[in-house]
């Protein structure tokens, strides 16, 4: 029979959070009415979709596609910039977190200086696989994860650097971010993919080529945060794939404390709760039991 966790506050990356279950970023995450709906359908907490140092419109379409075990896209960072402080109001005092990017350390902390007052932590995008001189251009160089979690992190507020599995030393990237003083980890980002259809003999995506989630990935983010964990000391979020109690079980004994969920939610947007029902007993055991237990 599987283990069922005590539910309650989760301290995680300096943050507390309504319980372990945390929207990824990308999802839902560009409007303060969306986050908020999240968190009242059961989210411990959420991140905003991917903010940069100016507004963005995004890649050519298509965009997004579905495919066996889960969806491709590159929607190629689409953001309001600044402006999205505007949707911040409506979840004061919820723990909501910035996802943030730029193209260098300066960029990354002036735009976490916009909201380092208004949000709980900012979690730093040095991985998304399809953004030309942001995201994995620099999440994999460990001197630059180093380098730009120590710009922000010397703001004083929590940061999560989300890192990319597209390395092939992901430890190494994870303890560049805690020597830069990241306060979490978030692993993983999607995977470089790309389909092309046969019939139109060209790329299926506007961009060729994009980052896969869901279902598909979860067997890699499961060992990417097991080398984590092996390595590092700082908390570490795992990301990729999540859609049953029992994926959130497997995550943890890998060595995740907290897990983000995103591509779910489009095939479930009760998923917070659902999996919270499944997840958590009044008579459960801690989850500090658990964490990291497959090493042992
Ligand atoms: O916007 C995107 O295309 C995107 C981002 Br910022 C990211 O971090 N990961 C991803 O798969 N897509």
Same mark, same amino acid.
């Given at each position: 029979?599987?283990?069922?966790?005590?539910?309650g506050t989760v301290?995680?990356g300096?943050v507390s959070?309504d =319980?372990?279950l945390?929207l990824a970023?990308?999802?839902l995450g560009?409007?303060?009415a969306?986050?908020a709906r999240?968190l009242?359908?059961?989210?411990?907490?959420? !991140?905003t %979709? *991917?903010?940069g140092?100016?507004?963005?419109?995004g890649?050519t379409?298509p965009?997004?596609?579905e495919v066996?075990g889960?969806v491709?896209?590159?929607?190629?960072l689409?953001?309001?910039s600044r402006?999205?402080a505007?949707?911040?109001?409506l979840l004061?005092g #919820?723990p909501?977190?910035a996802?943030?990017?730029?193209?260098s $350390?300066?960029e +990354? *902390?002036?735009?976490a @200086?916009w +909201?380092?007052? #208004?949000?709980v932590a900012v979690?730093? =995008? /040095? *991985?998304?696989?399809h953004?030309?001189?942001?995201g994995?251009?620099?999440?994999?160089?460990p001197?630059l994860v180093?380098?730009?979690?120590?710009?922000?992190?010397s703001?004083?507020?929590?940061?999560?650097v %989300?890192?990319t599995?597209n !390395?092939t030393?992901?430890?190494?990237c994870?303890l560049?971010a805690?020597?830069?003083?990241? *306060?979490?980890i !978030?692993?993983i =980002?999607t995977? %470089?993919?790309m389909?092309?259809s046969?019939?139109l003999?060209?790329?299926? /995506? @506007? =961009?060729?080529f994009g980052g896969l989630?869901g279902k598909?990935? +979860?067997?890699?983010a499961?060992?990417?945060?097991y080398?984590?964990?092996?390595?590092?000391t700082?908390p570490?979020?795992?990301?990729?794939?999540i859609?049953?109690?029992?994926?959130?079980l497997?995550?943890?004994?890998?060595?995740?404390?907290?897990?983000?969920i995103?591509?779910?939610? #489009?095939?479930n947007p009760?998923?917070?709760r659902?999996?919270? $029902?499944?997840l958590?007993s009044?008579?459960g055991i801690?989850a500090?039991e658990l964490v @990291?237990c497959?090493?042992d």
């Open positions: 029979m599987l283990p069922r966790l005590r539910s301290h995680v300096g959070l =319980n372990h945390i970023a990308g999802i560009t409007t303060g969306s986050l999240m009242e359908n059961g989210a411990g907490g959420v !991140v %979709k *991917s903010i140092p100016y507004p963005c419109e890649h379409g965009c997004v596609v066996d889960g491709l896209n590159a929607m190629g689409p953001n309001p402006d999205f505007d949707e911040l109001p004061e #919820k909501v977190i996802s943030i990017y730029g193209g $350390a300066e +990354f *902390s002036t735009v @200086g +909201f380092a007052e #208004k949000v979690e730093l =995008n /040095l *991985s998304c696989p953004a030309a001189g942001y994995a251009s620099l999440g994999a160089d001197r180093g380098e730009c979690t120590r710009a922000v992190s703001l004083g507020i929590p940061v999560w %989300k890192l599995p !390395v030393d992901i430890a190494a994870g560049a805690e020597r830069g003083g990241a *306060s979490a !978030v692993a =980002n995977v %470089k993919a389909r092309i046969p019939e003999r060209r790329p299926v /995506l @506007g =961009n060729r989630s598909a990935i +979860f067997p890699i499961v060992r990417c945060v080398d984590l964990y092996e390595a590092c700082v570490i979020i795992g990301c990729g794939g859609a049953t109690a029992r994926d959130v497997e995550m943890m004994m890998a060595g995740a404390a907290a897990v983000e995103g591509t779910g939610v #489009k095939d009760r998923i917070f659902d999996i919270g $029902a499944d958590y009044a008579d801690p500090d @990291g497959a090493h």
